[in-house]
């Protein structure tokens, strides 16, 4: 089972994922997959809104891979682009904070490898003509599925 989305533009991505924010709990994981360019940092923006941080929160970390958050629910926003091995994940401590207590939402989420969580919400995200980026959500576990039930599309 999955849901898509065709968002019309920037605004739209982050509407949508003000909605998604509303749906998560601690622990939960979003893994986002796409190239660059295609909204993962504008739909994380969006989720953080959504979670309460400010419309600045959140940026587009060059070199650091993780950008920790702390609110009401916590939000650790991996930017994973640079990471090139397993042992490079494993060498800074990646599954201290994918399990840890915060919400965890992964750009280059396909660089986890072997640290691929089982429990998570899974976003493709591609390019369409101007504008518009396709979505497409796929669950992975039992709160997966269960996100992936609540996401209205
Ligand atoms: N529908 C859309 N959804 C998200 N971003 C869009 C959309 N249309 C255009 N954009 C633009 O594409 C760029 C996406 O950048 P960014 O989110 O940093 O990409 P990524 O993190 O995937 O590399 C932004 O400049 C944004 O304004
Ligand atoms: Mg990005």
Redesign the pocket.
């Known amino acids: 089972m999955h849901k898509e989305f065709l ?4 605004y ?2 982050l509407k949508f994922g003000k909605q998604l924010a509303r749906l998560l709990k601690p622990k939960d994981i979003i893994c986002l997959l ?10 994380t923006k969006g989720i953080a809104q959504g979670l309460g941080f400010g419309k600045n929160a959140v940026s ?1 970390p060059t070199f650091t891979f993780l950008n920790v958050y702390e609110g009401k629910k916590d939000l650790y926003h991996f930017d994973l682009y640079r990471i090139e091995s397993d042992r490079e994940l494993a060498g800074i401590g990646v599954e201290d904070f994918l399990y840890g207590q915060g919400i965890c939402v992964v ?1 280059w989420a396909d660089k986890l490898g072997a640290f691929m969580p089982k429990e998570c919400l899974k976003i493709v ?1 591609t390019h369409k003509a101007g ?3 396709h979505m497409t959500f796929y669950g992975h576990g039992d709160r997966g599925c269960a996100i992936l039930e609540m996401i209205k599309v």
Do not use: Q
Not at 7 to 10: D, E, N
Not at 34 to 43: A, S
């Open positions: 968002s019309p533009s920037t739209a991505t796409g190239d660059l360019g295609c909204g993962k940092t504008v739909l587009s750009e995200i504008e518009k980026r």
